[in-house]
């Protein structure tokens, strides 16, 4: 019998197995087993998370090899790795060392500011950043196998997460009223192909998982994200920049799960310690937000 | 008939659409009160150490071996599958070993040795199933009491039954394939309700002459 790898249901359904869990940044193979023994269901692998990025300030890149690989040889889980925008190079890298899915991100410096990855050329599957409807089926067309919604990485603040989220499930929930003949319009609208758009009319949600990233802190950040549609939560700076990680990242996971019992979500949140620091939206100018990038 | 799906984490909704599809209503399992008056109980795909530690955490693995052993059927796919088993390659501590195997996790190498393919599973007829393997494990020994349902061309044990346990290491719920919650939806009804006519029934007009 012929045996296929690399296929489209393979690519979007390992994202279909991560959904209702947690993703989580880590940066060193010690975060990664303390992520992967609170429950995460994937970890992402980079060398600064994003409140450090924003901190340091200068280009931030897809990180050493050899740092992934370690990350790689320490969990049994899916490993993620983050590329920059357009940088087709660098995914080429990523997929050499066997990394289980790319993350294109905002989060990195863009090294292209006019066109994506081909994401269709690789073996290994995609996960794209959004801020509307539009970017997310762009990102699909260029073969993004799973979404995630921007948020503004390395806050603490889940402002610009809702925003996105609710901005992506509103647009869908329009698509989905209108009539067969007004889909066409909508289109060129959202500036992304008609028959992804006509995919997602017909069936009311992305023809990918899609979840929430950047801002998440606590397990009622990760509950409201799940309550407002999200398939499941990135958390990056949120649990490493928390006074005791392994707790947080427990009840994090935790919330995922049970994100619409209340009960269950006040038992998780008790005795936390104190979150990450956190940034109002205001506080960061224009020019340094990372939800920006991308298009 | 209602089939429970546990839904802690991973692909759940598939096989509640699965189930809706053959006209079976699904209900999603995530605290032990929600085992209470389902037919039967799906293990979906997910990540395996995530969902035995969230297992563990809500008290859900003596409900379930309840379930079980009251003959429920229980049918797990990939993650589901790992859960099931007596023994897990890397000394993992098993959490509901019901099915008499040795499994060894991500078997197939990372995401990018995922396939799909053809298999012949013959207790569901002759049409082959479409099996998608996602970071697949596999099943390396198989107990006396083990059913293998199918293989790879290379021999190696793909899907299982033990009694009312059924588990494949692939994913029918992502292939538009009924035919295993099929037979599992049957094997719930015929637990439900055994319809074997059982026990002789009085005529009913001469209730009151009881046997002696």
């Known amino acids: 019998m012929t045996v296929e790898t690399s296929t489209w249901a393979t690519k979007k359904g390992l994202a279909q197995m991560l959904k209702g869990g947690v993703i989580m940044d880590v940066v060193t193979p010690e975060h990664a087993k303390i992520a992967e023994e609170a429950g995460a269901v994937a970890v992402m692998a980079l060398e600064r998370v ?21 990350i790689m040889a320490a969990v049994s889980i899916p490993v993620m790795a983050k590329a920059r925008i357009g940088h087709f190079v660098e995914a080429q890298v990523l997929e050499a060392l066997g990394v289980d899915y790319i993350d294109e991100s905002e989060v990195l410096t863009p090294a292209d500011e006019e066109n994506h990855i081909d994401k269709h050329a690789f073996k290994v599957p ?55 003949d007004e889909l066409f319009v909508a289109a060129k609208e959202l500036r992304a192909p008609v028959e992804l758009v006509q995919e997602v009319a017909a069936a009311g949600q992305l023809p990918v998982v ?74 960061i100018p224009e020019g340094e937000r990372l939800a920006v990038r991308g298009w | 008939m209602r089939i429970g799906v546990l839904a802690l984490q991973g692909a759940f909704r598939e096989h509640v659409a699965t189930l809706a599809a053959i006209g ?82 991500n078997a197939f190498g990372r995401q ?34 083990v059913d293998v349902l199918a293989r790879l061309d290379d021999g190696r044990i793909v899907a299982v039954r033990q009694g009312n346990v059924v588990a494949t290491a692939f994913h029918p719920e992502l292939a538009g394939e009924t035919r295993f919650h099929r037979l599992v939806a049957t094997m719930a009804a015929e637990h439900a309700d055994p319809g074997e006519g059982a026990g002789r029934r009085p005529h009913p007009l001469r209730r009151s002459r009881v046997e002696p």
């Open chain 2, 112 to 145: 990018l040795d995922s396939f799909e393919t053809d298999l012949a599973v013959p207790i569901l007829g002759e049409r082959p199933v479409h099996a998608i393997f996602i970071r697949a494990p596999i099943v390396e020994e198989v107990g006396p009491e």
């Open chain 1, 126 to 180: 995609f996960v794209c950043g959004c801020r509307d409807l539009g970017e997310a089926l762009r990102r699909i067309s260029e073969g993004a196998a799973m979404i995630r919604t921007k948020g503004e990485a390395g806050t603490g603040n889940i402002v610009e997460a809702v925003r996105h989220i609710r901005t992506v499930n509103r647009e869908i929930r329009r698509l989905a009223s209108m009539r067969e």
């Open chain 1, 50 to 70: 994003p409140a450090d990025i924003r901190a340091a300030g200068g280009v931030a890149r897809m990180s050493d090899p050899a740092m992934i690989e370690e």
């Open chain 2, 24 to 105: 079976v209503e699904g209900v999603e399992v995530r605290l032990p009160g929600d085992i209470d008056g389902i037919a039967g109980l799906v293990l979906p795909g997910g990540e395996s150490t995530t969902m035995r530690r969230l297992i563990r955490r809500w008290g859900l693995a003596a409900p379930i071996l309840d379930l079980a052993r009251a003959g429920a059927p229980i049918f797990g796919t990939c993650a589901g599958m790992i859960v099931l088993s007596r023994t897990i390659t890397g000394d993992e501590e098993p959490i509901l070993p019901l099915l008499d195997v040795v499994v060894e996790r």
């Open chain 1, 210 to 283: 899609n979840f929430v990233a950047g801002g998440i802190a606590t397990p009622a950040d990760a509950a409201l994200a799940m309550q407002l549609g999200a398939d499941g939560v990135f958390v990056g700076s949120g649990i490493f920049k928390s006074e005791d990680p392994a707790r947080t990242a427990n009840a994090i996971v935790q919330a995922t799960t049970h994100y619409d019992n209340p009960k269950i979500l006040a038992e998780v949140s008790k005795g936390l310690g104190a979150p990450m620091r956190g940034i109002a939206l205001e506080a």
